[in-house]
Nanobody
Framework: QVRLIESGGGLVQAGDSLRLSCAAS????????MGWFRQAPGKDREFVAA????????YYADSVKGRFTISRENAKNSVYLQMNSLKPEDTAVYYC?????????????????WGQGTQVTVSS
């Protein structure tokens, strides 16, 4: 069992930056690929970014490419999402997720464990 706890969300203005953190416990995340997803009110959960087990391969949604950066520190059992140049359309609850397999990392249905989410609100 992997428990994931997100932190770092908040209310910011357009153009600001935030860094989300995801702390894992229960098991080491070095054997899991990790992803970030988000869900805005009235919308489906959508893929934001993912990172391979070793951290060498990353994936991004087109909407965040060039603005967001996913990283991980397996020694700290943590994953991060650096979000720059935030836009009002980035407003959502952001979730961290873990997947044992390395395929289909953009599909939320394939993830094994989820955090409770952290709210990010970007005002215009």
């Amino acid at each position: 069992q992997v428990r994931l706890i997100e932190s770092g969300g908040g209310l910011v203005q357009a153009g600001d930056s935030l860094r989300l953190s995801c702390a894992a416990s229960g098991r080491t995340i070095s054997t899991y690929a990790m992803g970030w997803f988000r869900q805005a009110p009235g919308k489906d959960r959508e893929f934001v970014a993912a990172i391979s087990k070793g951290g060498r391969t990353t994936y991004y949604a087109d909407s965040v490419k060039g603005r967001f950066t996913i990283s991980r520190e397996n020694a700290k059992n943590s994953v991060y999402l650096q979000m720059n140049s935030l836009k009002p359309e980035d407003t959502a609850v952001y979730y961290c997720a873990a997947r044992q397999d390395s395929s289909y990392l953009t599909d939320s249905r394939e993830y094994d464990y989820w955090g409770q989410g952290t709210q990010v609100t970007v005002s215009s």
